[in-house]
């Protein structure tokens, strides 16, 4: 974790938050990590966005902070991010959400719910359909989390969420990420997460993808989203997430060689993606 980010970790309604002010006339960034992510996860993406002022934030579920984990719905999510904006002083302020995979989900459900002044969204990772692959994987995740088996999560959704080609070059770096993710977060919280992931599969679940992004565009609550695929994602594929944005009426930027975890494996280009679209007239 860079000094920067570290001096800035504080508690924000209960979460555990990264805020980092500027001296800008940018828009709010809110950064919303994935299911198996803390704010450490972020961290690295904290110089990349030193211009506009930012928030990172632990959900319920995520981290090792102690949540009710009786109601994981998106709907507590985004009662849950509105307490963190007031805690923010941003309660009042027009805000960019940016999220990841569940992150993504949170960010448009955040939108569609018009309980918050989102001014764009972008959604990594994230689609109309999940495959029968991602289906499969999560109930896979799901039952090692359940039996508290933590470490082998981990090189679960490692394997699921990264390319080939970039599980080959990172190989000996893996056993550490899995180390780090069963130490920073709990079996309970994350399998609260995933279990409640997979019953907004159904298509006509209240969440599903395709409901909030059509609700998202009758509304016409925000100025524009973004959603973003990596080309070789097995559990959000690249079709599925054109089909997404096509339902939203938003934009829809492939990420060449990255799976689903796009921020992770393609920091840069992915950055810079977020960067650009929230920069557009």
Known sequence: MSARAASAITALAGHRAVLIPAASDFTPLVLIGGTGQW?????????GFRDRPLLLYETAGQGKVAHDLSDMTLTRHTRDLQAVLAAAGWADRPVDLAGFSFGGRLAMAAAASGGLQVRRVVST???SRRTARGRFALR???ASLRSGDM???????????YSSSFLAEHEARVP?????????????GVGAIIAETLATEEEEHPLHTERLASRIASAGAVEGGLIISGTEDAFSTLSSGADLARVAGWEHLPIEGAAHAVPLEKPR???????????KP
């Open 151 to 161: 470490q082998g999560f981990g090189y679960q959704i490692t394997l699921a969420s």
């Open 140 to 142: 896979g995740c799901l």
């Open 39 to 47: 704010v450490d996860s972020w961290t690295t993406h904290v110089s």
């Open 269 to 279: 280009a992915w950055r810079d993606a977020v960067k650009g679209f929230l920069a």
């Open 176 to 188: 550490k990420w899995v180390d780090a993710l069963a130490r920073e977060c709990t079996s309970e």
């Open 125 to 127: 990772a994230v689609a």
